[in-house]
């Protein structure tokens, strides 16, 4: 994270701490809280308004710097071994996931075949781990970043392949709050690369919505798991009815786009030439 993030996160969190709205700041800076928003989503400060920030709030720069750094460091992503170490219990995964999703641990023993012990000494856990703060009276503070993820091809991702994902796809996404859309199509490079951003962001707003909606009571929810996925494919069948090229040197792209490799010219024999110069 960088020092303007950090700065930014500290001022966050130090206005909460004394009450200051959005909406007072802005009355106290004279700006309009739409303003004020935009200004802290997009971290884009200039020193005058900060100051101006800071005074509003009764802060000083060094006691937001020291703030900033005091502040527990979020966690972008699990280690190779802390992953693994969840997929080996699956009850200890359960915990976790519910953390991230902020279940109560009273309704989570509520559903599961938990018992609060139970649930406590798994929270014990993670906290361990750096993954969360144990609370009093079970309370949770989770310590991951609003853009944690599971490492690509890590433990859990090859878990949910393993044994997730056709239970996850075996439906008809026909109903409420369901939705599949399967698209094939050929992109430049170019192309491919600025869907792919999109597609970040696209899960980075389903991140915020889920920090927005943590603020409302746990029945007003619902578990939601959206699957973002994108490369170059060909279906088995359409694979299966692709020509051999025959022709040395030449390539050509499948319907994924990618190319494939030429067949390789066939070395001539140095006797093959000899013979045809002594026929000649």
Same mark, same amino acid.
């Given at each position: 994270?960088?020092?303007?993030?950090?700065?930014? &996160?500290? !001022?966050?969190?130090?206005?909460?701490?004394?009450?200051?709205? $959005?909406?007072?700041?802005?009355?106290?800076?004279?700006?309009?809280?739409?303003?004020?928003?935009?200004?802290?989503?997009?971290?884009?400060?200039?020193?005058?308004?900060?100051?101006?920030?800071?005074?509003?709030?009764?802060?000083?720069?060094?006691?937001?710097?020291?703030?900033?750094?005091?502040?527990?460091?979020?966690?972008?992503?699990?280690?190779?071994?802390?992953?693994?170490?969840?997929?080996?219990?699956?009850?200890?995964?359960?915990?976790?996931?519910?953390?991230?999703?902020? +279940?109560?641990?009273?309704?989570? +023993?509520?559903?599961?075949?938990?018992?609060?012990?139970?649930?406590?000494? $798994? !929270?014990?856990? !993670?906290?361990?781990?750096?993954?969360?703060?144990?609370?009093?009276?079970?309370?949770?503070?989770?310590?991951?970043?609003?853009?944690?993820?599971?490492?690509?091809?890590?433990?859990?991702?090859?878990? /949910?392949?393993?044994?997730?994902?056709?239970? $996850?796809?075996?439906?008809? /996404? &026909?109903?409420?709050?369901?939705?599949?859309?399967?698209?094939?199509?050929?992109?430049?490079?170019?192309?491919?690369?600025?869907?792919?951003?999109?597609?970040?962001?696209?899960?980075? &707003?389903?991140?915020?919505?889920?920090?927005?909606?943590?603020?409302?009571?746990?029945?007003?929810?619902?578990?939601?798991?959206?699957?973002?996925?994108?490369?170059?494919?060909?279906?088995?069948?359409?694979?299966?009815?692709?020509?051999?090229?025959?022709?040395?040197?030449?390539?050509?792209?499948?319907?994924?786009?990618?190319?494939?490799?030429?067949?390789?010219?066939?070395?001539?024999?140095?006797?093959?030439?000899?013979?045809?110069?002594?026929?000649?």
């Amino acid at each position: 994270m960088s020092s303007s993030m950090m700065l930014v &996160d500290g !001022l966050k969190r130090e206005l909460k701490a004394r009450g200051i709205t $959005y909406a007072e700041l802005a009355r106290r800076i004279g700006m309009s809280e739409a303003s004020v928003k935009r200004m802290f989503a997009q971290r884009s400060f200039t020193l005058q308004r900060l100051d101006e920030v800071l005074a509003a709030a009764g802060l000083e720069l060094l006691d937001l710097t020291r703030s900033a750094l005091e502040a527990p460091r979020l966690i972008a992503q699990l280690s190779y071994a802390q992953e693994e170490e969840l997929i080996g219990d699956p009850k200890l995964l359960l915990v976790a996931v519910a953390a991230l999703n902020g +279940v109560p641990v009273d309704e989570l +023993v509520a559903m599961f075949a938990l018992t609060e012990a139970e649930t406590v000494k $798994y !929270l014990l856990r !993670l906290d361990k781990i750096g993954f969360l703060v144990l609370k009093p009276n079970n309370r949770v503070k989770l310590l991951v970043a609003r853009t944690f993820d599971w490492i690509p091809d890590g433990p859990i991702q090859t878990w /949910f392949r393993r044994e997730a994902a056709a239970d $996850y796809l075996d439906a008809h /996404f &026909d109903g409420e709050g369901e939705m599949l859309r399967l698209v094939s199509v050929m992109l430049s490079p170019a192309s491919t690369a600025a869907l792919l951003e999109r597609l970040r962001q696209v899960a980075d &707003d389903f991140s915020q919505q889920h920090q927005a909606d943590a603020r409302l009571p746990y029945e007003a929810r619902q578990s939601m798991t959206f699957l973002l996925a994108a490369r170059p494919w060909m279906p088995e069948a359409f694979a299966a009815l692709r020509r051999e090229l025959n022709a040395p040197g030449q390539a050509a792209r499948d319907l994924t786009g990618a190319v494939r490799p030429a067949p390789a010219a066939a070395p001539r024999h140095p006797a093959s030439s000899s013979a045809r110069r002594s026929s000649r």
